[in-house]
């Protein structure tokens, strides 16, 4: 199969920032899990560098347009690698062979009579750099740009886009997913139900020279989106490369909802016009707004994706763009749900996953991978989780729907952190009649890794190739790059040895509230008798103990005694235990405690403890033990002790 993924060409006239980072992070997301597929894909992205904005913007700078293009351009070009995006070709419009192939496209549709000369008076914004119809004016404003356009009355050449109207319909009509989601389908074929105008395609040079000459008059140059479109071809060699041969017939666009028009409209007439056969699929997503606020230079809440890389890391970038936003819809960013994620979904169910699962590996079966049993009667509903995964995932992907995808996955990461717990290894290592069922249950645990470091890469293709490393495995063996050998369970090799690897996930530090005590009933009857050995109710009552979440572990450097947890009670909170001698960091993730939540904080080695952990003590061949207090079954983070 093969696969063409294109991004708009964005426009040089500002700097990358979010909105342009999510749209290319989706296509380049999209074309990694098509090569996972075994797809020959191409995923292309570009600058936009004609019209009057671009001018516009140099104006502002005092320089010359050519000057100003080559060096935003190479922003755009510089961001990529830093978002771990990989385009297979990058195409600017001022490009030698850009401009001669739409130069050609020009000539060949005037002389097939859909291009004409006509006078016409015309409603101009200069922003949208195009004619506005009485019909799109908010209070005599243009709606995006909020300034009257202007009216103007010049001669000019026009595209007979109304002649391919209906064709247009009848397209979109037979293909539903030429246009998804369905939302902007309807908007379009609401759009065309209305006659269609033709669409003025030049700039006279008296007004405008920043642009493509037109073959067949050199007192204008071509309208800008007429060029722009055009780039879509250009990058493939059009009209005689080998690429378009090979990738036109499948070619998918992804854009935002603000240049639907241009691309669901102009460019399909533009195509029939040229008797070039439609591109396949248009995408189409929301905006991103920034702590619910439009981003704007003005109001000055402009989020630029070098920013955001140093600040949250790109793991957790590319994950929150894609797991927040419902394709389609708009979306709103903030520090606190990127941070809530890195730490909730990342750090703790993933990144913990990955570690107690490897460090037992370690510990247990000296980093080796064990023999692989087949699947356990007991082990099934496992192993079927991660095939359902599997099929979830590979669908919502196909269908841009990468945070159902990626609920998916997390619904499986979540599975195997609880199967961890059911199968509790540590109190296997602990019955030599049990080895083969730990060997099971690590290999199984493994195997997970494997598949979710698979289906990660297109996502974070740095943590899963970190995930892989660890897993001992190379970047190109096949078990981790093709979803189709990949998905078969049992493949990794026993005997084989992990490697060490760095944390996958560093926890991010959000700005502390102070943890809420929570509300307390009041009941003031005394229940007992005062004497020196009890208590009086209201005094039991002071105590605030919960249940608490184990959500990491670590041990805490020069002291035997004393682990560091994290925990959910249900705010996130520290808690330092002295329990090192008798439990390992890995065994305690997951599990579920008994704490003392209003005990005054204190510092222990250097670490903040906010609460206590309570455990029963005991003695066991005459040594004094601790074991941890828990609840009978899995109750809500934060559950009373009453
Ligand atoms: N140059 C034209 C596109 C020509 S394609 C043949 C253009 N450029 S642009 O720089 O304005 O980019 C618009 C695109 O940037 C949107 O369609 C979207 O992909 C992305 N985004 C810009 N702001 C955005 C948000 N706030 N949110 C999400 N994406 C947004 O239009």
Redesign the pocket.
């Known amino acids: 199969m093969t696969t063409y993924i294109?991004?708009?060409?964005?426009?040089?006239?500002?700097q990358p920032?979010?909105?342009?980072a999510?749209?290319?992070i989706v296509a380049d997301t999209y074309s990694r899990f098509k090569r996972l597929s075994d797809d020959n894909v191409r995923f292309q992205t570009g600058?936009?560098e004609h019209?009057d904005k671009i001018v516009q913007a140099a104006e502002v700078e005092n320089i010359e347009p050519k000057e100003y293009v080559d060096r935003i351009s190479g922003m755009f070009r510089k961001t990529w690698p830093l978002l771990q995006v990989e385009p297979d070709n990058f195409i600017r419009t001022t490009d030698y062979d850009h401009v001669a192939v739409v130069r050609g496209i020009l000539q060949k549709v005037y002389e097939s009579g859909d291009i004409y000369f006509d006078e016409y008076t015309g409603l101009y914004c200069r922003g949208c750099e195009r004619y506005l119809t009485e019909k799109e004016l908010v209070d005599g404003n243009c709606p995006d740009h909020q300034v009257p356009p202007k009216e103007i009355a010049e001669q000019n050449y026009f595209f007979r886009m109304s002649r391919y109207q209906q064709q247009l319909i009848d397209h979109i009509k037979e293909n539903p997913e030429f246009i998804t989601p369905e939302r902007y389908r309807n908007e379009v074929l609401s759009f065309l139900s209305e006659p269609l105008e033709d669409l003025c395609i030049s700039r006279p040079k008296t007004r405008l020279t920043w642009g493509i000459e037109l073959p067949f008059d050199d007192k204008y140059v071509t309208y800008?989106?007429f060029d722009?479109?055009?780039?879509?071809l250009t990058g493939l060699g059009y009209p005689d490369g080998e690429k378009f041969k090979e990738f036109w017939s499948v070619a998918e666009?992804?854009?935002?909802?603000?240049?639907l028009k241009?691309?669901a409209i102009y460019?399909p007439t533009m195509l029939m016009a040229m008797g070039v056969p439609l591109y396949e699929k248009l995408h189409v997503?929301?905006?991103?707004?920034v702590d619910d606020t439009?981003?704007s230079k003005s109001i000055g809440n402009v989020v630029r994706p070098g920013d955001l890389v140093e600040e949250y890391g790109i793991d957790a970038l590319r994950y929150f763009v894609l797991r927040e936003m419902s394709f389609g819809l708009?979306?709103s960013f903030g520090s606190e749900a990127i941070i809530a994620r890195q730490n909730a979904d990342l750090a703790n169910d993933l990144g913990n996953l990955f570690s107690r699962s490897t460090a037992m590996v370690y510990k247990y079966r000296d980093g080796l991978v064990p023999q692989f049993l087949g699947v356990a009667d007991e082990d099934s509903a496992f192993v079927a989780s991660v095939q359902s995964m599997l099929v979830d995932y590979q669908q919502y992907m196909e269908q841009f729907r990468f945070h159902l995808a990626l609920k998916a996955v997390w619904e499986l990461v979540s599975v195997a952190n609880k199967y961890i717990v059911s199968n509790a290894p540590w109190v296997l290592a602990k019955e030599p009649d049990s080895a083969k069922r730990l060997d099971s249950v690590l290999f199984n645990l493994l195997e997970c890794l494997r598949i979710l470091a698979l289906v990660l890469q297109p996502v974070m293709p740095g943590a899963a190739a970190k995930m892989i490393e660890g897993l001992g495995l190379t970047a190109g063996d096949e078990r981790v790059t093709s979803l189709k050998k990949g998905r078969v369970w049992g493949q990794l090799s026993a005997g084989s040895a992990l490697k060490k690897i760095e944390t996958l996930f560093p926890r991010l530090e959000m700005e502390k509230k102070p943890p809420q005590p929570q509300k307390k009933q009041s009941g003031k009857k005394k229940v007992a008798e005062s004497s020196e050995d009890l208590i009086d109710f209201e005094a039991f009552q002071k105590l605030d103990l919960r249940v608490a979440e184990v959500v990491a572990a670590t041990a805490i450097k020069k002291s035997k005694k004393l682990l560091k947890l994290t925990v959910h009670a249900p705010e996130e909170r520290t808690v330092v235990a002295g329990i090192a001698e008798f439990y390992t960091p890995e065994e305690l993730v997951g599990r579920q405690v008994l704490i003392v939540a209003n005990l005054k904080p204190a510092k222990l080695m250097g670490v903040h403890s906010q609460g206590m952990v309570l455990v029963a003590k005991t003695t066991v061949d005459g040594k004094e033990r601790m074991v941890l207090t828990t609840v009978d079954e899995g109750v809500v983070p934060g559950s009373t002790i009453a």
């Open positions: 294109t991004t708009p060409i964005y426009y040089v006239n500002a920032h979010l909105g342009h999510y749209t290319t600058t936009d019209g800008v989106w722009a479109l055009i780039n879509y666009h992804v854009i935002a909802k603000d240049i241009p691309h460019w997503h929301g905006y991103w707004n439009k981003m708009d979306s």
